[in-house]
């Protein structure tokens, strides 16, 4: 069993940053795909970032240039580094952990507002 314990986020301004932590529990971190994902008002969740196992990035055209996904496998936490922020980018977060093309285990989410 995988545990996932989000951290960061809150209210900023437009152009702030912010970074988003999700610390896993477990032996394997090393061995699975991690994500960043999105939930915007009224919105269906959304995927913004991945990071595979084996170092392969993925990033949503709407967060291309501005986020960062990156992992620390020693500390088993991912991270989400937030740059530019914009009003749109107002939404709840999750981290999730899977294996091949699946997403095993979630995190708690966690609220980023982006005032204008």
């Known amino acids: 069993q995988v545990q996932l314990v989000q951290s960061g986020g809150g209210l900023v301004q437009a152009g702030d940053s912010l970074r988003l932590s999700c610390r896993t529990s477990?032996?394997?971190?090393?061995?699975?795909?991690m994500g960043w994902f999105r939930q915007r008002p009224g919105k269906i969740r959304e995927l913004s970032a991945t990071?595979?196992?084996?170092?392969?990035?993925y990033y949503a055209d709407s967060v291309k240039g501005r986020f960062a996904i990156t992992r620390d496998n020693a500390d088993k936490t991912l991270y989400l580094q937030m740059n530019s922020l914009k009003p749109e980018d107002t939404a709840v977060y999750y981290c999730?952990?899977?294996?091949?093309?699946?997403?095993?285990?979630w995190g708690q989410g966690t609220q980023v507002t982006v005032s204008s």
């Open positions: 990071l595979s196992s084996g170092g392969n990035m």
């Open positions: 999730a952990v899977g294996s091949g093309s699946s997403w095993d285990y």
């Open positions: 477990g032996r394997t971190f090393g061995s699975y795909n």
